[in-house]
Structures are given as C-alpha cells and as structure tokens.
C-alpha cells in the first residue's frame, strides 16, 4: 500500500508543478484478424491476447469476445482505482470484487434493424468490498469516488471523438 501511496503522490506532485505533464497519449492496442472471428490483439510491450466469438455467432470460443473484454475493462479499471485511492487514503483493503454485466440486442451487431444499436445499453456493477478499520461509509465514498474517476468508466459516460482512418 505504501508503494502505491508514494508513486501516486509523487506523480501528483509532478503534475501539480507541470500540469502540461497531466496530457497523454496513451499507446496503441491492434488486432489481427487471425482465422475466421479469432483476432491477435498486441500491446506495444508485446502483451498480446487472442479474441473469438462464440460458436453462434460463428466463432470458435478461441478467446474471449470484443464485449467481454469491454466489461473486464471497467471492472479491472474499477477496481484499480479503488485500490489506487484506498492506498491514498491510507485505507486497507481486505476483498475487493468489482462484477460487470450488460444489456445487448444482437439485432443491432447482426444487422438485422438497423434501428437497434449494437452497442451495450445497460451497464451494471457491483462491488464487494471489506476492510478491517474502514467505515461501510468509508467504503461506499471509496466506491462513489472510484466509480467516478475510472478512465474506462469516464470514457463509456462521456464518450470520446472516434476518428476511423481506412488504409
């Protein structure tokens, strides 16, 4: 905990000096198409991670799909900085379990009307957490405050220019 601390407030401290240095690019994911639905997706580190679709949608459960991964994305990141903030706080955390699920149409992906969105149209999530010395009222205000500050989260309630170049 106390390494997260003083990273967080170190990096806080030299933004705080250079605001300019709060401004990132954030580095590329790309996905191949491998076979059939199964996609290659690399990180610039060389992380890599296979996605598929499942068998009705004729992919072959190679991986997990595009939407999982999606609802990963906001619980990993949701949890994240809940743990980033309980460290800040000097909070201890004993559990902490952050579940997503979505509502989809699969008209919408499958094209079948073009007026159904194929885009997740409920997000739900919950949160399981303890700690030995925090109030219950601490930890929901971890919570709140954690939900509201996720870079994932953020992202899917304030929606970001999306700009498709075709090479």
Do not use: F
Request: contains cysteine; hydrophobic residues 40%; aromatic residues 2%.
């Amino acid at each position: 905990m106390n390494k997260i601390r003083e990273a967080i407030e170190n990096l806080g401290g030299a933004i705080s000096a250079d605001p300019a240095k709060a401004k990132a690019k954030n580095l590329p994911a790309t996905a191949r198409l491998v076979e059939g639905l199964r996609c290659d997706l690399q990180g610039p580190y060389g992380e890599r991670l296979a996605t598929d679709m499942p068998p009705a949608m004729g992919g072959g459960a190679g991986g997990p799909n595009p939407g999982w991964l999606m609802r990963g994305a906001i619980a990993s990141c949701t949890a994240t900085v809940i743990a980033m903030r309980a460290a800040k706080l000097g909070i201890e955390l004993q559990d902490l379990e952050v579940t997503v699920e979505t509502d989809s149409d699969l008209r919408g992906i499958l094209g079948l009307d073009e007026s159904v969105s194929a885009g997740h149209r409920a997000i739900r999530m919950s949160v399981k957490i303890g700690s030995p010395s925090a109030s219950p009222q601490a930890l929901r205000e971890l919570v709140e405050w954690a939900e509201a500050h996720s870079p994932v989260g953020c992202s899917l309630k304030e929606p970001a220019t999306v700009r498709v170049e075709v090479v």
